[in-house]
């Protein structure tokens, strides 16, 4: 099945990610979820995706040095999700690029629904 994105899904808080998935995945989306950033780098080396959901705190790395790892081998947009309130330095992962958008944790999820909607367009894909 074509979906109108693969998105990869990087939370540790299995319930969060897997409702997250369950979103996406209504939306037409194909969703897949890692709970560390190992399993991300792990779950990159065998798949293609085109956006990565990144919670910032991970056990294993933060949310950053995730996105720059994965950067090595993939053109896919990164989007950073916090659960605290954004530090200046994530503010400029967004204005330098590294990061396309910052959402805070309680997700606003028809905010990420039209930001995923956006890249979406932006990538050729049917939305």
Excluded: C
Aim: glycine share 6%.
């Amino acid at each position: 099945m074509h979906y109108q994105l693969d998105i990869l899904v990087v939370d540790d808080n299995e319930d969060l990610a897997r409702n997250l998935q369950d979103i996406l995945e209504e939306f037409g989306y194909g969703a897949f979820v890692a709970a560390s950033g190992a399993e991300a780098l792990a779950f990159s080396e065998m798949n293609s995706f085109d956006l990565a959901l990144l919670d910032y705190k991970l056990p294993d790395m933060d949310g950053l040095q995730l996105r720059d790892r994965l950067a090595e081998t993939t053109d896919a947009a990164f989007i950073l999700i916090t659960g605290a309130a954004p530090e200046e330095w994530m503010e400029e992962a967004v204005r330098d690029g590294r990061i396309i958008s910052l959402e805070s944790k309680p997700l606003n999820m028809d905010r990420l629904l039209s930001r995923i909607s956006e890249i979406a367009a932006g990538r050729g894909a049917a939305v």
